[in-house]
Every structure is written in C-alpha cells, then in structure tokens.
C-alpha cells in the first residue's frame, strides 16, 4: 500500500502541470463557471451575455444545451413533482424527467397533415392542462421546435405565470429572435423564467456553446447548486 501510495504522489507531482491547464477551476483570475460572485473575465461574460439579452442572469456552457435542459428543469420544479411537457421535446427533456423523477404530464401540439409537421403549441390547450392538473409545477415548452415553427408562447407564458408557475423553453434554435424584429419574438423577451439556446447551431459560438438566460435571479441559487452537484458542466471550459 505505501509502495502504491508513493506512485500516486510521483503521478501527481509529474501531472501537476497538465493540471493547471484546466482553466475553469485552477486560474482563480479568470473566475469560474461555477460560482456567481467576482468580477474576473467569467463573470464579466455572463453579465455581458445577459445585458445583450436583456436579462438578469446568464450562464454560458460548452456542452451543447442537453445538459442546460437538465439543470434548468431541476432548478425550477421540486424533484419528484408533475411537469407540463410538449410530447415533441427533446430526448435532454426526458433526461431531466428521469433525474428530478418528475410525472411529465404531456400536451401534444396540433399536427398538419398537408405540412406533414408537428405545430407549435397552443395557449388554448396549455390552458386546458393546466385546468384539469392543478399539481403541475412547471411547464416546459421548446420555442421554436425543430422545424422552426414557432408556436403561442406568449400565451403560454402568460397562463402559466397567472397560476404561479415557471416557464422553462428550450430555445436551442431561437437564439437570434431577440436581435431581428423580422422573427418571432425571442422567449426571454416573452417573460420566460429559463430559456436555453444552443448559440453554436443558429449563432457564432465555438466548439458546442450554449448558454441559459434567467430572467430574474429566483432560481439561481437551485440551479448552481445542481451546477456544481451533478457534473453536467465541464470543469475544462475553454476561454476563446
């Protein structure tokens, strides 16, 4: 065991510089995804990015948005609790159901038939489900869905907020809405609690950059404690 112990010791001794290359937690200079407070380049960034979106919070990834979709879900619906979900979600959705062990309790969006597409969600019949599951916590919508189509968001958002519930969407294709008057509007200009976008699919970002945008600062707390708890987010972001 001694033997085995000293190997370890030499291991890290000769690694040690390979270590300090993992930016995100081992320059204190540069900040951290992983805390909220300090005024290094990290924290700047997420500032920069929520003043751009007009919101109170960001919180960029270099993992795609899957693991955004995740950790937004567990910051907003008590673990265990029933979740309003499109039928059409993403497969990162279902991830976040299985973690929190929440009952999706699921709204299917119109189909047409000459389209041969799924559309987006309607007000009307979020109003419905929400009528007759009066133990929903959280609704979650993605806007647009993948073939673009943009569905009653706002509407959405509204009944939701009227019963007192989160709005988490998955807007992995919608980060440009916010910046072009031409589109649809942008969720987080809808009043959406967590909105999630994929910049790297529909903006210039590097490698899988996505980023979370949190309209007020309720929820951050839940959502960096699952941040740092559950290892979704890598601890090697790299800093263009």
């Known amino acids: 065991m001694t ?110 038939s000459e389209l041969g597409l799924p559309l987006g969600p309607t007000s009307n019949a979020i109003e419905s489900l929400l009528s007759s599951n009066t133990d929903v916590s959280c609704v979650v919508v993605t806007y647009p ?3 673009g189509i943009a569905g009653e968001c706002a509407g959405i958002i509204e009944a939701a907020h009227r019963r007192g519930l989160p709005v988490l969407v998955d807007a992995a294709h919608g980060a440009p809405l916010h910046f072009c008057s031409e589109l649809p509007d942008a969720a987080e200009d809808l009043g959406a609690d967590v909105v999630l976008q994929s910049t790297h699919k529909t903006m210039g970002a590097l490698s899988q950059g996505s980023i979370a945008l949190f309209a007020t600062e309720t929820h951050l707390d839940a959502f960096y404690d699952a941040v740092s708890h559950l290892g979704l987010v890598s601890t090697s972001f790299s800093y263009p």
Do not use: M
């Open 3 to 112: 033997a085995k112990l000293s190997e370890f010791a030499t291991a890290v001794r000769l690694l040690r510089g390979a270590f300090l290359l993992d930016h995100s937690v081992s320059v204190g200079e540069l900040g951290s995804l992983f805390h909220r407070d300090g005024d290094g380049p990290v924290q700047q960034l997420k500032r920069n990015i929520a003043k751009a979106y007009g919101v109170a919070w960001s919180f960029p990834a270099a993992c795609g948005t899957s693991p955004l979709n995740v950790l937004g879900l567990l910051a907003l619906a008590p673990p265990g609790s029933a979740v309003a979900v499109n039928r059409d979600c993403h497969v990162s959705v279902h991830a976040a159901l299985v973690h929190g062990g929440y009952r999706p309790v699921y709204y299917c969006p119109e189909y047409d």
């Open 145 to 147: 869905n993948y073939f």
